[in-house]
């Protein structure tokens, strides 16, 4: 079983960035993909941004790519989110995403664990 917890959200104004973090409970971190998705009010969960086991292979949504990095440390078992020029459409609950292949856990009904969830808010 894993946990993951998410922390760092929080309200920014436009233009602005925040840096989420995941913390995963689990002795095999690094057997792991690593992701995060996205749900606004009203919509569908979607894909935000993914990275490999071992870090060497990244991979964004279109409306992230270039704002927002992904990166992960293995040894304190955490993945992170750093988002830059923050719109007000960024604005949704941020959840962290645990899959064993950078397929799975890029695709929602393949993720094996799933955080708890973080609130970002953009203000105009």
């Known amino acids: 079983q894993v946990q993951l917890v998410e922390s760092g959200g929080g309200l920014v104004q436009a233009g602005g960035s925040l840096r989420l973090s995941c913390a995963a409970s689990?002795?095999?971190?690094?057997?792991?993909?690593m992701g995060w998705f996205r749900q606004a009010p009203g919509k569908a969960r979607e894909f935000v941004a993914r990275i490999s086991r071992g870090g060497g292979s990244t991979a964004y949504a279109d409306s992230v790519q270039g704002r927002f990095t992904i990166s992960r440390d293995n040894a304190k078992n955490t993945v992170y989110l750093q988002m830059n020029s923050l719109k007000p459409e960024d604005t949704a609950v941020y959840y962290c995403?645990?899959?064993?292949?950078?397929?799975?856990?890029?695709?929602?009904?393949?993720?094996?664990?799933w955080g708890q969830g973080t609130q970002v808010t953009v203000s105009s």
């Open positions: 995403a645990a899959a064993y292949t950078s397929t799975s856990v890029q695709t929602y009904n393949s993720v094996a664990y």
């Open positions: 689990v002795r095999t971190y690094s057997s792991y993909a």
